[in-house]
């Protein structure tokens, strides 16, 4: 067991370098699309849920979401981030 000390979190290294990551990732794929910045909490998530389906080296290749659930992610679904959408509103022609 390690114990760090209360609210440093400099001291939680791989959790904190883990948090720059995806801040990066987010930073940029905002700025690559031109998109608003309301849609950061959105890209965190996005950025987070790529993290996790992309192989690392320190799992020997594999990716995460393979070791914590045993089988290969499915990423047919993904589409590409800042594509346009359309909203269906329920109720209307």
């Known amino acids: 067991?390690?114990?760090?000390?209360r609210?440093?979190?400099?001291?939680?290294?791989?959790a904190e370098r883990m948090n720059q990551t995806?801040?990066?990732l987010a930073r940029t794929m905002l700025k690559a699309h031109d998109l608003?910045?309301?849609?950061?909490?959105?890209?965190?998530?996005h950025a987070a849920y790529l993290r996790n389906r992309t192989h690392m080296h320190a799992?020997?290749?594999k990716?995460?979401?393979e070791m914590w659930e045993g089988e290969k992610p499915q990423i047919s679904h993904l589409c590409k981030f800042g594509s346009?959408?359309?909203?269906?509103h329920q109720g209307q022609h």
């Open 84 to 88: 346009p959408v359309w909203i269906l």
């Open 36 to 45: 608003p910045y309301f849609l950061w909490d959105l890209t965190i998530l």
């Open 63 to 65: 990716t995460p979401y």
């Open 22 to 24: 995806l801040v990066e």
């Open 7 to 14: 609210e440093s979190s400099s001291q939680n290294g791989v």
């Open 59 to 61: 799992l020997n290749g």
């Open 1 to 5: 067991m390690e114990f760090t000390a």
